[in-house]
């Protein structure tokens, strides 16, 4: 039970949890350092940030409360005309159908790329022949779903909606702090992420990244300006920004370049585990090169949250229903109840991997 034994964390895809050493004493020092100092500090944290993301020109880096506020500037701040068209894959997370959705009123067309009948994530053939339409401004996509952590081909979304002329706007809340990303190697037009997930970093700091190509029309900027700035999202929380720093400096330490094929590994052995119950089915690409380390699980006559929370009391805390992400669902077809989402951190271990085996299989029968 949970009093026997400490708590189990495995929603890192939800909140990366407990914080490593140094980001709870950056943020500790950042509270008690003197307020004239700030303005150097944020130059300097910021620059970080953007190398962290190979971002040459950290003015083109906006540093917002999270990354729902940067998708929600990166979507809603172009100058969209009636008519326009904007496409998304079948796996957002709401934070970024939101803005899309509040574009149908301003008579921007708002299509949606769902998966491919050969089992691709994206219908890469349906999404060249919208692009082929015209009137296409940006095509909008997470870089993995945050229900089954599976990765989508952004690669090639990125090349095809540059044959076409379109710009493309990448969510990477799920993969920013786990994969390396050089925003130029990558040719995204435009990037958001979160920094509580990934990155290590505590709640309310993400950011967006704004290529120079890109020529943002926020209504609340001045007519000759191109880039959103923090007049559109609000002051910049500067203890998270430099808890932010020091996560991205954690995660850049020797001791975490395996981090990513560690936590593959215990998703790995959960879901090895799980498959053994007849009543347990997994979501999502088997390979563990194909997703992050995320599990998504149904259990055959239980409803997911009933599961989530007798985990829960056997101290293995899990993520139970939609996780903010209908779409994804309708996609997967578990709309209906969602999943039991399993993710790992980066200090996750093989022996707890097996403790959450157990309780899974004790689960295995209503």
Partial sequence: MAG????????????????????????????????????????????????????SDPERLLLTPGCTSALQVAVS?????????????????????RPALELRRQGVE????????????????????????????????????????????????????????????IDAAQTAGWLDIDVGKLGADLLAFAGHKGPQAPWGIGGLYVAKRVAMRSPRLAEAATMVGYCDTGSVD????????????????????DRLERARAVIARIRELAASSPVIRAHGPAAASARMPTLALTWAGQRTSDVAARLRLQGVHVSGGHQCA????????????????????PETTMDEADRAGEALARLATP
Avoid at 122 to 142: F, K, N, Q, T, W
Avoid at 238 to 256: E, N, S, Y
Wanted: with cysteine; charged share 20%; net charge neutral.
């Fill in 238 to 257: 500067r203890l998270a920004l430099a808890g932010l720093v020091a996560g991205l400096g954690w995660l850049a330490a020797p001791a975490q370049r």
């Fill in 77 to 97: 701040d172009h100058p969209w005309a009636a008519g326009d068209k904007l496409v998304t894959s079948g796996w957002e997370h709401h934070a970024l159908l």
């Fill in 326 to 345: 209908p779409l994804a669902h309708t996609s997967l077809g578990t709309h209906g109840d969602g999943v039991v989402r399993i993710s790992a951190g």
């Fill in 110 to 169: 708002h299509l949606i790329v769902g998966p491919g009948r050969d089992g691709a994530l994206v219908d890469l053939l349906r999404l060249e022949e919208i692009l082929r339409g015209g009137r296409v401004r940006l095509v909008a996509m997470c870089a993995a779903t945050n229900v089954t952590g599976a990765l989508l081909p952004i690669a090639e979304v990125i090349r095809l909606a540059h044959d076409y002329g379109a710009y493309v706007l």
């Fill in 4 to 55: 026997s034994a400490p708590t189990l964390y495995l929603n890192h895809a939800g909140t990366s949890w407990p914080k490593p050493a140094p980001v709870r004493e950056a943020i500790q020092s950042a509270l008690e350092a003197p307020v004239d100092a700030w303005a150097e500090t944020f130059a300097r944290h910021r620059e970080r940030v953007a190398d962290a993301f190979a971002i």
